[in-house]
Structures are given as C-alpha cells and as structure tokens.
C-alpha cells in the first residue's frame, strides 16, 4: 500500500510552519517518511508576481526572500499591493480565499490529508473557520480540518510521552491580544490517547500579546519620527518580526523610498520587557502539566516561560515554536488512519418550545455533549413546533452559548395557512467546522428550511426574558424601542446627514430648526438618530454630542423666551420645540412640564398654539418624551380628565398609545375604568375607519396594542373568554377585516393600507384570543403605521 503524504499546517501570520511526512529535493524524488518543517516569517505574508493573466500570488518561504512590496526602492516589483500579510488575509474582511490558500501552497501541496491549526476565540470564530475551509477547498487540499492550537499543543505532547490516560494538562498558549488558557482531559479512545476539551479558553489581554510586541519593535525599527514615506521601509523590515519574537536580529539590510540603502539593526532591542503577566488571572490549579505555547525565542520565551511557572504549581513545560505544526501533522496522520483525533464540546444551543405548562427552553444541543472530532452531531430529538393556521410565517427563538445575545429568526412560508401545521427543528454541526446548520421541516407541507443565524434578529433580552413572553396565554406584548443608527447621522445622495448639520448650526446666528427637526425625525433603514429611549449610536463621538447638547441648550432657552413671550430669531414658530420633542427620552424633562402645561391651558392661548396643527406636536412630543414615572402619572391623568369622546385621532389617541406602548410603568397607573374608558375610544376610532379610506386608522391599534400592556398589572386583562372587552375588540376588529377584504374595486393608496394592516389585525386578534406569538406586535404596528 502507497504511503500517504500528511500534512499539518501552522499558519498564524505570526511565525509560520508546516510539517510534512514528505521531502522534497529539486530534481530528485519526493521522499516519503522523515519530517520535515518548513518554516517562514515572521510576520509571514504572499506577494504577487508576473503581470496580466499571469498573475499569481505565492506564499511561504519564497515570499519572505522577495524584494516584491518593500517599497518604491525597488521599482514596480515594490509596489505595496504586490504584498499582502497573512494576518491580513485570515481575517473574514478579506474573502479573497485565494490568495489565503497561497500561503498554504508556498509550503506543501499534494497531502492526501491536510490539518490546520486555528485560534480559540474571536480569531477562530465560526465565520473564521468556514473562511479558512474555504481557503482550503480553493487551493484543492484534500480532506482539510481545522483543530484548535491547544488541542494540536497537546497533541504533540502526546506524541513526545509527556502526558498519560486520565491527566488533566493546562495549555497555556500566547494569542494577539495576550494569552489563552485551556484545560484539557487525556482519556483513551479506540487504543489511543487524544485529547477531550469540555469548555472554551479562557482569554487574558496583556501586553505579552503578538501584536502589542509587534507594534513595539516597529516603533523601535522606525525610530522617534515615527511612520512617514521615509520610514516606510523600516516598518515591513523582516527585523521588526525577528525582534519582536525574542529571535536573533543580524543587521538588515534595506532599501528606502528613493533607493538609498540602508542599515537597519535591532540586535539590542529586548522585546521581553513587553511581557507583563496580570497576576491574578491564571488559574491552574488542579493541572497535572502546564503546556506553554509560544512561537516566541531567547529572552522573551525565557520571561513568558518564568511569569507562568511562578504562577503554577504543577509542571511547566516551554513547547517548541514549531509544536502545533507538528501536533497538527500527528493529527492529519490520525485522520488518514481513521484514528481519534480529539473530542470537543458543543457550545450549547436551545429554542423555545410550547407544552401544557407553557413556554420553556429546549436544547438542540445539550450542555454536557461531547463529540469525537470529525464526525457530524444531530440532535437527538427535534424540537416539536407549530404553525397557528392563517400564519404565513414562523418566528424561531435562538440562544447560542457561544454567541450571545438570544436571536429571533422569522422564516417565510410562502402561503397562509388553513390549517395548523407541525415543524420539527434540529441542528448539525462538526466541531471546528464553521456554523452549525440549523433545520427546520414542515412534513404537512412538505416543505424543508434551512435557518441563517446571522440573519436572525439579535433580541437584547435575556433568555428567561424571553421565554416568560412567549407564554402561549395573555401574553404582553414587548416595549416598543425605536433603534437608532448612523444612517440619518451621515451624508446621503440627497441630504446632510446630521454630523454634517452639527458641524455648522452651533455657529450660525440663526439656527435651521427646521431641518435638525427633521433629521431628527427621519428614519432611514428603521433607525432614527436617537433611540426612543434616548440613546445616541456608539459610533457618536464625544464633539458631536456635545455640539447636540450645545443645540439642545439653545433650544431650550429660545423655548423659555417665546413662554415668556418675547420675540428674536426662533421664536416665531415651534421648530425649536419639534427639535428638542425628537430626541425622545433624551429631551431634558422641563419639556415634558411645558407641554402638560400647554395641555392644560383652559383658555387655549398659548405660544405651543398657533393653529389647530399645533396641538398634534404636543399631544405627539408629549408622548414621545416621557421620561419618569411620576411625570406618566400626571399626563395620564390629564388625558383621562379630559372629553374622551371628543378625542382627536392623532393628538390624545396618538398620546396615550405612546405613553402605554414605550414605557413599562405607564399601564400600570391604569385602573380598570380607565381601561374600559380607553376601550370606548378605542373602538370608536375602529369604527369611524370602517366603511373609509382608514386614512385615519394609525393610533387605533396602536392604543388596543397598548391596552394589551395593561397586563402586566391584570395578567388575565383583554383576554377572551375572562375579559368581555376583548370580545368587543374581537367583533370590531372582524367587521374592520370583513370590510377591508370585501372592498370590490379599493384604490391604489386603500390597498396599500389593506396589505399593512390586516396582518396587524389578525395579530391583534390572536393576542385577544390568548394565541399570541408576535411580541414585537408594537414594533410592527409602528412600521405599518409610517408613525
């Protein structure tokens, strides 16, 4: 039988090797048996040679010897897009999966099986690990896998005789932003030792760090006038690598921009400074062995190997740089030979699943599972789901315990239903494989989905959160949010966005009110500048809150001059008052006691009032500002005082249905009349819909949405068969959907109006039945709506 040739790659962009079984001599025949570690870096990168179609790419050692990329020096070879770093091309931004694979290729080809180390952590993310299978399948390496470089490490221990059956080893490996610590198990499998890993590593940053001790020796390398095209040269040096790793630096000789030569020589550098270890973040204790993995050399292997031994108590032995290679080539031979490579765990996954005593997790993949390396999980029971009929769509709650926050993905089922159907939900995954495939099918329909998770919508709310509100009875439907974004705060193809306008309105004599206004008020993509919460993006920084703050202020005091009735630029009209009334929550609270004070005016002159249009900006900008329970308070009861009969559709409706639809406090200043009041208008505004144009239907269900939220004060509050108001609501919202369904000839704008809410109404009706299943009804009906 042909031997077969192995491989076991270590390409970390860092200090590259490769292991093979395999030597190869120019001119002779490869010769199988004796290892053999190809080596390059540091700081290893590919570049590009040849012109036009014959273009290609090389990594490896050929590319660590090339002039391609140094700099203008060396003419058009030296370009910089002829070089790229490996560090780069691991990262999931650069999909140019080909050029990744000529690092690969610059050190072995033609292994029958080939084994690729990768990082705990952020640097070995799911997407990170489908991005080096991908590099892999592009470069035509057969049966390619990942492990995890201290499974490899303890491979290689294995392979040494340093570790027996039944010891636990700590893996201590050196990563980019400082250490990785694992515990592994050594039990024995099918006559062989592999190693068992049981949890993620745990990730200490500190200055020991690949990249912080990089970022040191190029300061160094360039010297005190830091990076300028003069410089440039000094800082792809090959030194910069050597000195950060601790390795021997010998003069280097460079060429610069203008092709002068030049000296570079960090002979003296001592990069062991740098390596600083927290004290109290290791935890060791109950090793049998520590492992130290590091591709550093000489003192800095030296210091790192001291900082951890004074922090164990067991063992430390200082692998050699080239040791996940080589584990990495003991793995691909176990691979070839059928043998146990390793065991792994699964990060944890559950949905949420219905029964007789309600909402509960269900794990697709149980907390204690352990799989062998290679081979494919299936959960061993689906996850049981239904699909309420009239549905044309399934929500499916998610938690991933490597990846939190919890997830909701809706999935299109083409058609809505006559009659309920059952799903069945599971998961595959391999470990170190990329993402786990997530399933579901619907045998009734005969129709099979495949679930994205990174299009699922991330759900803030813990886990326990979630399941209490998919309680299958009166359940409450989510506060609204209203999410900001950097959409509206940048430049678009048809108008500034708002860094723009508050780089020149605080300078300007006469501020645009108006426009900021309606900046505030757009909502590109779903997301407005501010958050109804009040919240501004992360991407916001310091100047640009505190030029929206220096704005806020002179709003506020133009706003205090018209109440005072003075007259100067602002002050004609209430542009200023919309400005501060969109920052939602954010708006200072004087506002909000303005505005209640306008409301009750009793003579109804008032600055806020120049025309009837005026009070929809107050009863509206009320409703969006409040902050504090006790300031709900004291506008809930100036709505309730006042002629609900004669309220306005979009002024005390709009109002009261922001007021119980954003806030979880203001349902429950509600006592049960004022409920039935409520419903009253409620559906009183139904009705004056029915048989029109429901140009006028906005805030309807809105506020019935809202009422829905009196349950977290009456768990059982509008549900049908205990509250006889949902049985009013049932009727009017049937004679609403009768009437939009049965129009003969509805026009352009009605049938518009039609698509939007009728799935609004059959929600409405199943949260009324105790059917509910759309927590984010409110944030729906805020979409239909255009609110």
């Known amino acids: 039988m042909t031997e077969k040739k192995l491989c076991g790659f270590d390409i970390n962009g860092w200090r590259d090797f490769v292991a093979r079984n395999w030597k190869s001599v120019p001119g002779e025949e490869e010769n199988i048996g004796p290892v053999d570690i190809v080596p390059s870096g540091p700081l290893s990168s590919v570049v590009k040679v040849g012109e036009g179609d014959r273009t290609r790419w090389i990594g490896g050692p050929q590319a660590d010897g090339a002039p391609h990329g140094l700099g203008g020096g060396w003419g058009d070879i030296g370009f910089q897009d002829r070089r790229v770093f490996v560090r780069k091309l691991l990262e999931v931004q650069d999909n140019d999966v080909g050029r990744l694979a000529s690092c690969f290729a610059g050190s072995a080809r033609g292994g029958a099986y080939n084994v690729l180390s990768i990082d705990e952590g952020a640097d070995g993310s799911e997407a990170v690990q489908e991005h080096l299978l991908a590099a892999l399948t592009a470069g035509k390496y057969r049966n390619g896998s990942l492990v995890w470089r201290p499974v490899l490490a303890a491979l290689y221990a294995i392979e040494q005789g340093l570790v027996g059956e039944g010891q636990t080893i700590g893996v201590v490996g050196q990563d980019r932003y400082g250490l990785a610590i694992q515990r592994l198990r050594i039990r024995s499998a099918r006559g062989m030792l592999a190693p068992e890993r049981r949890e993620a590593a745990t990730h200490i940053s500190c200055e020991a760090g690949y990249e912080n001790l990089v970022l040191k020796a190029r300061t160094a390398a360039i010297g005190g006038d830091g990076f300028t095209p003069r410089t440039a040269h000094r800082a792809i040096a090959r030194s910069v690598g050597r000195a950060a790793l601790g390795m021997v630096c010998e003069p280097e000789i460079l060429r610069a921009q203008n092709g002068d030569w030049d000296v570079l020589d960090l002979n003296c550098y001592d990069s062991s400074k740098f390596v600083n270890v927290p004290q109290d973040n290791i935890n060791l204790n109950g090793c049998d062995l520590v492992l130290l993995e590091t591709l550093t050399e000489g003192s800095v292997r030296d210091r790192l190997t001291s900082e951890i031994r004074t922090r164990s108590h067991s063992t430390v032995s200082c692998l050699p740089a080239n040791a996940v290679a080589r584990g990495a080539l003991s793995a691909a031979q176990r691979a070839g030979s059928g043998a146990p490579i390793f065991f792994d765990f699964l990060p944890r996954m559950s949905t949420v699943v219905y029964s007789a005593d309600g909402a509960k997790n269900f794990d697709l993949i149980r907390p204690d599972e352990t799989l062998e390396a290679g081979r494919t999980y299936r959960s061993p029971e689906p996850a049981s789901l239904a699909i309420p009929a009239g549905q044309q769509n399934i929500s499916v709650y998610l938690r991933k315990e490597a990846a939190p926050p919890p997830r909701k993905a809706t999935v299109d089922i083409g058609a809505s239903l006559a009659e309920p159907a059952d799903v069945s939900l599971w998961v595959e995954q391999k470990p170190a494989a ?101 919240e501004l993006p992360t991407e916001v920084g310091s100047e640009d809150r505190r030029r929206l703050d220096e704005l806020t202020d002179k709003a506020l005091d133009i706003t205090r001059r018209r109440l005072r009735g003075e007259t100067g630029p602002g002050t004609e009209d209430n542009a200023a008052l919309k400005f501060l009334t969109w920052q939602f929550r954010r708006c200072p609270p004087e506002v909000a006691t303005w505005l209640m004070d306008c409301i009750e005016t009793t003579d109804h002159h008032h600055p806020f009032v120049r025309h009837q249009a005026s009070w929809v900006l107050v009863y509206q900008g009320l409703g969006r500002i409040l902050q504090d329970e006790e300031a709900e308070r004291r506008a809930m009861g100036i709505l309730l005082s006042s002629d609900i009969e004669a309220w306005k559709w979009n002024r005390q409706s709009a109002g009261m249905a922001f007021l119980l639809s954003r806030s979880d406090t203001a349902p429950l200043h509600l006592e049960r009349r004022d409920v039935e009041k409520l419903a009253e208008r409620t559906i009183a505004d139904f009705r004056r819909n029915i048989g029109a144009e429901y140009t006028m239907f906005n805030y309807a269900p809105f506020l019935l949405a809202g009422l829905l939220r009196w349950r977290l004060k009456q768990p ?32 352009a704008n009605l049938q518009r109006r039609r698509a939007k809410f009728l799935p609004i109404l059959r929600d409405l009706k199943a949260e009324l039945l105790g059917e509910g299943t759309n927590p984010d009804l409110l944030l729906d009906i805020y979409g239909a709506g255009g609110s």
């Open 434 to 534: 990329g993402r786990a495939r997530i399933q579901l099918e619907a045998p009734g329909l005969g129709r099979h989905f495949i679930i994205d998770w990174e299009e699922a919508q991330e759900d803030g709310r813990s886990w326990e959160q979630i399941i209490q509100s998919l309680e299958p009875r009166a359940s409450i439907p989510n506060r609204l949010i209203l999410p900001c974004g950097m959409h509206a705060w940048e430049d678009s193809e048809r108008s500034e966005g708002m860094l723009s306008l508050l780089e020149r309105e605080p300078h300007r004599s006469k501020t645009d009110w108006d426009t900021l206004a309606a900046k505030l008020s757009q909502r590109p993509f779903g997301q407005y500048c501010i958050s109804s919460d009040g």
């Open 716 to 747: 059982s509050a509008l549900l049908s068969g205990v509250d006889p108001l949902a049985g009013a609501f049932l009727r009017v919202i049937e004679d609403a959907e009768t009437d939009l369904v049965g129009r003969r000839t509805p026009n």
